[in-house]
């Protein structure tokens, strides 16, 4: 296990290419993500996985990210992550170098065990895709004590 973590830079600057041409919301909360103002999400937490692979990453709001801690989300967050992963690997394929989108996203065919580059364009297998890879780990990491099924509530609902 690293002791610390890498930069986010290069994984911010790829959702922030994203954000230039489509607005984001927040797959926790649903709301709006300010390009200017968003933190990165591991949606399994670095402390379990301890990679920084876009793969895994979600851009969210700050306070969402901080509640969000390094609990597991519950399942019921999953089609929005894939469907955000999905924008993000279209919109980024149409504006990088073609060199440079292949580098960024080769983790996504090794570690989702893809069949080929060609079903990253496909939502229906990017999402068989990542329920055959996270479902597994999610049950890995319940069992190793990360508290699982969180769900967002935002503080505004509470009071």
């Known amino acids: 296990m690293p002791v610390k973590r890498d930069s986010l830079s290069k994984q ?3 959702w922030k290419l994203v954000m230039k041409s489509q607005d984001l919301r927040c797959i926790y909360s649903g709301k709006v993500i ?4 968003f933190s990165l999400d591991h949606y399994l937490p670095w402390s379990f996985l301890a990679h ?3 793969w895994n990453l979600a851009p ?18 999953l089609g929005k992550f894939v469907e955000l992963q999905y924008l993000g ?8 170098e073609k060199g440079k989108w292949k580098k960024q996203v080769e983790a996504y065919t090794s570690e989702l065990k893809l069949v080929n580059e060609d079903d990253l364009f496909s939502l229906g297998e990017l999402k ?3 329920e055959r890879t996270i479902n597994p780990l999610l049950s890995l990491a319940s069992n ?4 699982p099924d969180w769900q967002y509530i935002s503080q505004s609902n509470l009071g």
């Not at 709001?61 to 969000?68: D, F, Q, R, W």
């Not at 690997?89 to 990088?96: E, G």
């Open 12 to 14: 911010t600057e790829y």
């Open 34 to 37: 300010d390009p200017n103002r």
């Open 52 to 54: 920084d692979q876009l």
């Open 60 to 77: 969210t709001l700050p306070e969402v990210n901080s509640a969000k801690s390094n609990n597991l989300p519950s399942k019921e967050y």
């Open 89 to 96: 690997l279209i919109k980024t394929y149409d504006i990088l």
């Open 128 to 130: 068989k895709s990542y």
């Open 144 to 147: 190793q004590g990360f508290m």
